[in-house]
């Protein structure tokens, strides 16, 4: 659903869509694990010796003498995708949880870009926020701008009295002996594109924006590339 708002902002710009164009728009992330792209189709019959490839993760050798732009490696889509993941992370806690977040005491495990998005809009809505952070100078870093900051290698009860949980960290950072530690009603979301947390009942949310933002994710991937073209 991304794409086809990506489209419509573009056509609205002026941008033309045909089976011939020299741009082919695939998905971000683009491909399946067994090569094909992310909801059917091979990429060998839509190539021609000029086509300029956009998508994420587009390091193939199939792909060599391609001009491509992976936008999983640009750093204003990396970032306000990050934005727009945050804002969907907190719909998914609405949904699966019995609490407002106002007064509630949430933890956010992990210090990169969706970790700091996340952490901003969760004390804007008045959320009681701390963060887990793997490196020292980081947790100096959350200390000085006034966040509770846990080591999870020695968290004490930092973990007992968390409402919500958000793992953004691609690593299992809260494997069985550290879950035991929280709450039995702890409401757990896993962000990260690999398993973080070691629990049965977790939300493993990926691809959110395209789930519940296509709009703004659309929108974002069309001002990606008009800013690529532009000249």
Request: aromatic letters at 4%; charged letters at 20%.
């Amino acid at each position: 659903m991304a794409l086809a708002y990506a489209a419509d902002t573009l056509k609205k710009a002026g941008w033309k869509q045909s089976a011939d164009a020299r741009i082919l728009l695939l998905p971000v992330p683009s491909f399946e694990p067994d090569g094909s792209i992310k909801g059917g189709g091979e990429l060998a019959p839509l190539l021609t010796p000029d086509t300029v490839v956009i998508g994420g993760n587009l390091n193939r050798e199939d792909l060599a003498g391609h001009r491509c732009i992976d936008l999983l490696q640009d750093p204003l889509y990396l970032s306000e995708n990050a934005a727009i993941t945050a804002y969907c992370a907190i719909k998914v806690a609405m949904e699966h949880s019995s609490v407002i977040l106002r007064g509630c005491p949430v933890m956010v495990v992990g210090w990169g870009r969706i970790g700091k998005c996340l952490v901003r809009l969760l004390r804007l809505l008045g959320a009681k926020v701390s963060v887990a952070a793997r490196s020292e100078s980081d947790r100096a870093l959350l200390c000085a701008l006034g966040y509770p900051a846990v080591d999870l290698t020695d968290p004490k009860d930092a973990l007992s009295h968390q409402r919500i949980l958000f793992n953004t960290v691609p690593a299992m950072v809260l494997p069985r002996e550290l879950t035991r530690q929280c709450r039995q009603d702890c409401l757990m979301i896993d962000l990260a594109s690999s398993p973080g947390i070691d629990v049965p009942n977790v939300i493993w949310a990926r691809g959110l924006p395209n789930k519940y933002a296509p709009e703004s994710s659309g929108q974002l991937i069309a001002k990606i590339l008009e800013k690529e073209f532009s000249a």
